[in-house]
């Protein structure tokens, strides 16, 4: 019979999103059903729908980032009552067998995680819609407890925004004594921020935004550096353990790897359109290193989440009415928005 579902959805590839409603499947013994409160909307959503990134299924519902309260609970399901406070993040399922998820790690499954949206299910029949709905269903094994100290509409954000920063600075060991930065402050760099100081860390932002100062301080930020300066880059040399790209656009990789210290990492999170260009002799001096981090395993989004209740760390959000939807992938795509989308699913 399916549980009815409202929704936003692109009905074709690079076309607007459009009141949708659809059956979510019966709830198997070990789901949950969730009502959902909030959905974030995250520039990878835009990305999908316009087909940037591969085949688009349609009709397509986007969003992994969602929080909202258990409605129903499956016959075998004990992670979760009725009531109880959770989030849904990148991925709903994975193969549970390979190495990668028997050690929780499961968002680098060797056999491909089952992505929140735009796909099928484990089964390869059922398609995967995603949050920008008022319910939704999933094993309870891949959604995560929400501390309730904090606010969900800032809270959906941490599920995709939050892990993608928290999963590097932690396996990077970011804490007292160390130097992170964090190139740019959009709906990722501020989360790297936020973890960052809350690790310990000494932070520097690096924008090409001068306008962003007073808010990366704020985040706590120690430091602030125009990156697009002559002279940005001329007292740095050898200053940082550890760099974290959030940017999509194409930069100069250079001026930041030189920044590094003897073992120092860059980590490249944002995707560019193109490949980087690298000249090589900048690595070796200093034995440093580039590196790639994407989202975390469901042991690491519940750790994340805890940390988050524990230092009253939220996403900065605006929250939207459903019917705004399409404004805001124009806002987001003219970096028009401090500092993640959110949509209020009572809207729908």
Same mark, same amino acid.
């Given at each position: ?15 607007? $999103? ?7 499947? &019966? ?9 959902? *409160? ?27 980032? +969602? +929080? ?7 016959? *075998?399901?004990?992670?979760?009552? +009725? ?38 299910? =484990?089964d390869g029949v059922t398609p995967a819609q995603g949050g ?6 999933? &094993? ?10 904090? !606010? $969900? ?11 993608? $920063?928290?999963?590097? $600075? ?28 809350a690790l310990g860390a000494e932070v520097t932002v690096f ?18 550096? /125009? ?13 940082? &353990? ?34 980087? *260009? ?5 690595? /070796? ?7 790639? *981090? ?13 940390f988050c209740g524990e230092h009253n760390i939220t996403s ?23 500092? =993640?989308?959110?949509?209020? !699913?009572?809207?729908?």
């Amino acid at each position: 019979m399916g549980i009815t579902t409202r929704s936003y959805a692109a009905m074709d590839v690079k076309t607007e $999103l459009v009141p949708f409603t659809f059956e979510r499947r &019966d709830l198997r013994a070990s789901d949950i059903s969730i009502d959902v *409160s909030f959905a974030g909307i995250c520039h990878s959503d835009i990305h999908t729908v316009a087909g940037e990134w591969g085949s688009v299924l349609t009709p397509l519902v986007p969003g992994h980032e +969602v +929080v909202g309260t258990v409605s129903a609970v499956g016959t *075998s399901a004990s992670k979760f009552k +009725v009531g109880d406070l959770v989030g849904v993040g990148v991925f709903v399922d994975s193969c549970r067998e390979c190495e990668n998820c028997t050690a929780g790690l499961e968002n680098y499954c060797s056999n491909g995680m089952t992505g929140t949206y735009n796909g099928y299910e =484990r089964d390869g029949v059922t398609p995967a819609q995603g949050g920008y709905s008022n319910r939704f269903v999933i &094993d309870e094994k891949y959604a995560v407890h929400v501390p309730a100290n904090l !606010a $969900l509409e800032g809270v959906a954000p941490l599920m995709c925004a939050g892990i993608t $920063l928290y999963s590097p $600075l932690k396996h990077w060991n970011a804490g007292p004594g160390k130097k992170v930065g964090v190139i740019g402050l959009g709906g990722l760099g501020h989360m790297g921020v936020k973890f960052a100081a809350a690790l310990g860390a000494e932070v520097t932002v690096f924008s090409h935004s001068e306008n962003k100062k007073a808010d990366a301080l704020a985040m706590g930020a120690d430091h602030f550096v /125009l990156s697009t300066g002559a002279d940005a880059f001329r007292e740095l040399a050898s200053s940082f &353990d550890l760099i974290l790209n959030t940017v999509s656009a194409e930069i100069d990789l250079h001026p930041y790897l030189r920044s590094l210290k003897l073992d120092g990492t860059l980590v490249v999170i944002g995707l560019p359109g193109k490949p980087y *260009s690298l000249d090589a002799s900048v690595l /070796l001096p200093a034995r440093r290193s580039i590196a790639g *981090s994407m989202i975390g395993g469901m042991p690491e989004l519940q750790e994340m989440l805890n940390f988050c209740g524990e230092h009253n760390i939220t996403s900065d959000v605006e929250v939207i009415s459903a019917e705004y939807i399409n404004e805001a992938y124009k806002r987001t795509v003219a970096s028009d928005v401090k500092y =993640r989308f959110v949509i209020d !699913a009572k809207t729908l």
